[in-house]
C-alpha cells in the first residue's frame, strides 16, 4: 500500500487558515487522496477526498501538487470545534475495503 | 436522520469472557467494516462485509468473529481468544462496489475495557 506521512502535530489560532500537510510520494495513478479526522473518543469524519484537481467543499479546501506527490488540507478559518486529529489517507480506485490510517496530525486551535 | 449506530458506548467486561458489539446502519450500504484503535494510535482493520451473508477478515481477525445476516447489521464478538481486547472499537460503512470516490461513515465507536 502507499504511504503517507504528516507531521505528528500542528498548532494554530483560532480565525486563522490552517494549512495541512501531507506527502504521498509513492502514490499510484488510480489512488484518491482522502482527508478525515478525528475527534477525541468520537469516529472518524469524512472531509475531502481528490484525485487529480483541487477541491473544495463546505468543510475545507484540497491542494493537490501537480505531480500528486504531496497535498493539503486547508481549513479557511479555524475554529475551536476544529481541534481534531487529521488523517491523509491514500484510497485505490477499485476497491477499498480497508482504509488505512497513519497516526495523523493533531491540530490545536488556540483561542 | 441516517447514520449508524454503535452501542454499548461504553463496556466493561471480565477476562476470559466473549462479549459482542452491535453495528446497525439506515444509510443502504452494502459494505461495512469493523476497525480497532488503540491509544495514540491510527485504526486497524479487523472484519469487512461487502454482502449479507458473506465477510472477509481484515488485518488483525485473530480473536474476533462476525456475522451478516441482514444488510443493517453487523456485530462484531471478542472472544476470549484475543489477547489484548481493551481498545476502541468502531463500526463504518459505504456504498459497495465503492471505489476510491466514495467515504466511509464511521459510527460513534464503543470503548471496550477489559477488567
Known amino acids: 500500500d502507499a504511504k503517507t506521512t504528516q507531521p505528528n502535530s500542528m498548532e494554530s489560532n483560532e480565525e486563522e487558515p490552517v494549512h495541512l500537510p501531507c506527502n504521498h510520494s509513492?502514490?499510484?495513478?488510480?489512488?484518491?487522496i482522502h482527508w478525515y479526522r478525528q475527534l477525541p473518543s468520537q469516529g472518524p469524519e469524512y472531509v475531502i477526498h481528490?484525485?487529480?484537481s483541487n477541491v473544495n467543499n463546505r468543510m475545507a479546501s484540497l491542494a493537490i501538487a501537480e505531480d500528486r506527490k504531496s497535498s493539503t488540507l486547508i481549513l479557511h478559518r479555524a475554529t475551536l470545534r476544529d481541534a481534531a486529529v487529521y488523517y491523509c489517507?491514500?484510497?485505490?480506485?477499485?476497491?477499498?475495503?480497508?482504509?488505512?490510517f497513519g497516526t495523523g496530525t493533531r491540530l490545536t486551535i488556540i483561542p | 436522520d441516517g447514520g449508524i449506530t454503535q452501542s454499548p458506548k461504553y463496556l466493561f467486561r471480565k477476562e476470559g469472557q466473549n462479549v459482542t458489539l452491535s453495528c446497525e446502519q439506515n444509510?443502504?450500504?452494502?459494505?461495512m467494516y469493523w476497525y480497532r484503535q488503540d491509544p495514540g494510535q491510527g485504526l486497524r482493520l479487523i472484519y469487512y462485509?461487502?454482502?449479507?451473508?458473506?465477510?472477509q477478515k481484515g488485518d488483525i481477525a485473530e480473536g474476533y468473529s462476525v456475522s451478516r445476516e441482514k444488510k443493517e447489521s453487523f456485530p462484531l464478538t471478542v472472544t476470549s481468544a484475543q489477547k489484548n481486547p481493551t481498545a476502541f472499537y468502531l463500526c463504518?460503512?459505504?456504498?459497495?462496489?465503492?471505489?476510491?470516490?466514495?467515504?466511509?461513515?464511521f459510527g460513534p465507536g464503543t470503548r471496550l475495557t477489559v477488567l
Open positions: 463504518a460503512s459505504s456504498i459497495w462496489p465503492s471505489g476510491g470516490g466514495n467515504e466511509q461513515f
Open positions: 509513492t502514490i499510484s495513478g488510480t489512488d484518491y
Open positions: 481528490g484525485l487529480t
Open positions: 489517507i491514500l484510497v485505490l480506485l477499485f476497491g477499498n475495503e480497508k482504509l488505512t
Open positions: 444509510l443502504n450500504h452494502d459494505a
Open positions: 462485509s461487502q454482502i449479507v451473508n458473506d465477510f
